[in-house]
């Protein structure tokens, strides 16, 4: 990926912008993403598109944002705080989708688009109309993220590449003893991550973390190469430190097992 010209000057912290929803139990969405980049370094800030009520069970309800309160949100934060990077996860509606790649067009950096259509307990989350808008954010993305029945959704890895940006072909919902992830480029892979499979139903979030994980490397300044492997990395660390909590899919564990406070001193 080239380097990516920022509007403003970059800051201390990367400033990372999450549009998605947000989720009651925690797990997902919104409340994954700031735990993420908030772990890895980074300032989240948020336009939420969508509240639901969810837990390790499934999703209950969804009550979508409307579009001119997201864009409301998004314009807030880009004009006075600056972004060194998007993340976008669920985006609610067709309209939605449109409006946020409209406001995408005119930024100058990374974008991480995590096409999310099913929740991990198996509640769709993007209607057909929505999910033909996705065309309109992989054309601003420069980082896809479809796990395998995303990516056969989306057309497979050729439909998606097209676009020009770069993807990452997650292997979470293979069958094989081992998970591979790999780094697409329109030119061709360019590297790819093998780790053993967990076994476990708390995987509540991955998808979220990954993308967020991803953005906050690349708001860094890390290379796409390095802003994927550190996301992966955290995404497994995660994983086995899920806190157990729930009667379904829980959710992994963002702290890495340790409480942060407690590692400081005075």
């Known amino acids: 990926m080239p380097p990516c010209r920022?509007?403003?000057?970059?800051?201390?912290?990367?400033?990372v912008l999450i549009v998605a929803g947000s989720d009651s139990g925690g797990g997902a969405g919104i409340q994954a993403d700031i735990k993420t980049v908030t772990m890895l370094g980074g300032h989240a800030m948020t336009a939420i598109t969508a509240i639901t009520a969810q837990n390790t069970l499934g999703v209950q309800a969804v009550h979508a944002v409307p579009v001119d309160i997201v864009v409301a949100q998004m314009r807030s934060v880009i004009e006075d705080i600056g972004v060194d990077a998007v993340k976008i996860g669920m985006i609610g509606s067709a309209e939605t989708a449109h409006a946020v790649a409209d406001?995408?067009?005119?930024?100058?950096?990374?974008?991480?688009?995590?096409?999310?259509?099913?929740s991990t307990s198996g509640s769709v989350l993007a209607d057909a109309a929505a999910m033909a808008a996705f065309e309109r954010l992989m054309g601003v993305a420069s980082v896809v993220t479809p796990n395998i029945p995303e990516m056969a959704a989306l057309g497979g890895e050729a439909a998606v590449l097209a676009h020009g940006c770069h993807v990452v072909a997650k292997g979470g919902h293979g069958e094989e003893a081992e998970i591979t992830d790999r780094l697409l480029s329109p030119q061709g892979e360019l590297r790819r991550l093998i780790g053993k499979r967990f076994d476990t139903v708390d995987t509540h979030g991955t998808g979220c973390t990954l993308a967020s994980a991803l953005a906050t490397g690349l708001a860094s300044g890390l290379g796409i190469e390095a802003a994927f492997e550190q996301a992966v990395r955290f995404v497994r660390i995660a994983i086995v430190n899920a806190p157990g909590l729930g009667g379904g899919h829980g959710p992994i564990g963002h702290t890495l097992g340790v409480v942060p406070f407690d590692e400081l001193e005075g």
């Open 103 to 118: 406001l995408l067009d005119q930024l100058d950096v990374p974008i991480v688009f995590d096409p999310v259509m099913v």
């Open 6 to 15: 920022h509007l403003w000057s970059r800051a201390v912290i990367p400033r």
